[in-house]
């Protein structure tokens, strides 16, 4: 017996309840109210917060062209999040603020420019495959939160730590939101709606112009928690957007991209589309070998389609760039300043 043979026809019978289809304005918002509710069911969200967290910080530290504040917050009874609020020189009035999430990896430290040995580079200096993208959105002139993912960098557990600094736990850690009923995933895009709140309230920040920027694993958390939460003016995600059957499905993937039961309501692409009328913008790597181009063209066509029946064609962008799988930045910057500082 395939095994893989018998999983795939088994997936082939299933069609997802929830899909979106072209339909009419009022129908559009009903499906919008049940595709949400089911995605937070299926990632496991608790109902929702009683309070704005209390943050906690340092006095800061002044480096070429902007600050850099360290920040801690609960996004849960002992759930601590960890990152930095980066602000560039000069700001004036409040501007669109930018919730920026690492992937697999070294963690925050990597996408603020924080070396291995604890030195900092330069803001254009890229560093392995997330390249810095947080220090690009300061010298884009954007106030910047870099959160720490869960099984990651700081917020990882002791075995990882011992193993190097790109070991993650997110094994450990997604079996066990696995055996609560949770997932990974949801713990996630929890904490990243809490450090909405914390950057919404940053007094430099325009929180009607909020924005969610992430590359690979934190792709995946910025494009849930801009298709779950609503304060969300702009989602930006690299490396991420595909279909689950041609990459999560058809390549080996770390187990915090799984889910269960969510091919039951819901293909990747019709989380994108919960996004729309909102900004959009989805990059990926021509030679990307673990989100395939195929498959990233075939998620883009049915995001496009879904914000062309909301009128808003132009709401919605896509890369693929000459690369493999990296941050690369050049459009979605583009399309943020175009279309978001206006």
Same mark, same amino acid.
């Given at each position: 017996?395939?095994?893989?043979?018998?999983?795939?026809?088994?997936?082939?019978?299933?069609?997802?309840?929830?899909?979106?289809?072209?339909?009419?304005?009022?129908?559009?918002?009903?499906?919008?109210?049940?595709?949400?509710?089911?995605?937070?069911?299926?990632?496991?969200?608790?109902?929702?917060?009683?309070?704005?967290?209390?943050?906690?910080?340092?006095?800061?530290?002044?480096?070429?062209?902007?600050?850099?504040?360290?920040?801690?917050?609960?996004?849960?009874?002992?759930?601590?999040?960890?990152?930095?609020?980066?602000?560039?020189?000069?700001?004036?009035?409040?501007?669109?603020?930018?919730?920026?999430?690492?992937?697999?990896?070294?963690?925050?430290?990597?996408?603020?420019?924080?070396?291995?040995?604890?030195?900092?580079?330069?803001?254009?200096?890229?560093?392995?495959?997330?390249?810095?993208?947080?220090?690009?959105?300061?010298?884009?002139?954007?106030?910047?939160?870099?959160?720490?993912?869960?099984?990651?960098?700081?917020?990882?557990?002791?075995?990882?730590?011992?193993?190097?600094?790109?070991?993650?736990?997110?094994?450990?850690?997604?079996?066990?939101?696995?055996?609560?009923?949770?997932?990974?995933?949801?713990?996630? #895009?929890?904490?990243?709606? $809490?450090? *909405?709140?914390?950057?919404?309230?940053?007094?430099? %920040?325009? =929180? @009607?112009? &909020?924005?969610?920027?992430?590359?690979?694993?934190?792709?995946?958390?910025?494009?849930?928690?801009?298709?779950?939460?609503?304060?969300?003016?702009?989602?930006?995600?690299?490396?991420?957007?595909?279909?689950?059957?041609?990459?999560?499905?058809?390549?080996?993937?770390?187990?915090?991209?799984? #889910?269960?039961?969510?091919? $039951?309501? *819901?293909?990747?692409?019709?989380?994108?589309?919960? %996004?729309? =009328? @909102?900004? &959009?913008?989805?990059?990926?790597?021509?030679?990307?070998?673990?989100?395939?181009?195929?498959?990233?063209?075939?998620?883009?066509?049915?995001?496009?389609?879904?914000?062309?029946?909301?009128?808003?064609?132009?709401?919605?962008?896509?890369?693929?760039?000459?690369?493999?799988?990296?941050?690369?930045?050049?459009?979605?910057? $583009?399309? *943020?300043?175009?279309?978001?500082?206006?």
């Amino acid at each position: 017996m395939d095994t893989r043979r018998y999983a795939l026809r088994r997936m082939d019978e299933v069609t997802a309840s929830l899909a979106w289809r072209a339909m009419a304005p009022e129908a559009a918002a009903r499906w919008r109210r049940r595709a949400r509710g089911a995605l937070r069911r299926v990632v496991g969200l608790p109902p929702g917060p009683t309070r704005a967290p209390l943050v906690e910080g340092d006095d800061g530290r002044l480096f070429r062209g902007y600050q850099r504040r360290a920040v801690r917050f609960e996004s849960r009874p002992g759930c601590e999040v960890v990152g930095y609020y980066l602000l560039p020189d000069g700001v004036e009035g409040r501007l669109p603020g930018v919730l920026c999430l690492p992937g697999h990896g070294r963690g925050v430290d990597s996408i603020v420019g924080i070396a291995v040995d604890g030195t900092q580079r330069d803001i254009g200096c890229p560093d392995e495959y997330q390249a810095d993208f947080a220090l690009q959105c300061v010298a884009q002139g954007y106030p910047t939160l870099a959160i720490e993912q869960i099984s990651f960098g700081h917020r990882r557990d002791e075995q990882a730590r011992s193993e190097g600094p790109e070991a993650s736990s997110c094994v450990r850690d997604s079996v066990a939101a696995l055996m609560l009923g949770e997932t990974v995933a949801g713990w996630r #895009v929890w904490d990243a709606m $809490r450090a *909405l709140d914390v950057l919404g309230a940053m007094r430099e %920040v325009d =929180p @009607r112009r &909020l924005v969610t920027m992430g590359i690979s694993g934190g792709g995946l958390t910025s494009l849930w928690t801009a298709s779950l939460d609503p304060r969300v003016r702009a989602c930006v995600v690299s490396g991420y957007l595909s279909t689950f059957r041609g990459s999560i499905l058809a390549v080996d993937h770390c187990v915090d991209n799984y #889910v269960p039961g969510i091919l $039951r309501c *819901l293909e990747m692409p019709d989380i994108a589309a919960l %996004v729309a =009328p @909102r900004l &959009l913008f989805a990059e990926s790597g021509a030679d990307d070998a673990i989100f395939p181009l195929a498959s990233f063209h075939a998620a883009c066509d049915r995001v496009r389609a879904a914000y062309a029946a909301c009128g808003c064609p132009e709401r919605f962008a896509f890369e693929a760039f000459d690369g493999d799988h990296r941050f690369h930045g050049a459009g979605a910057f $583009r399309f *943020l300043r175009d279309r978001l500082m206006v």
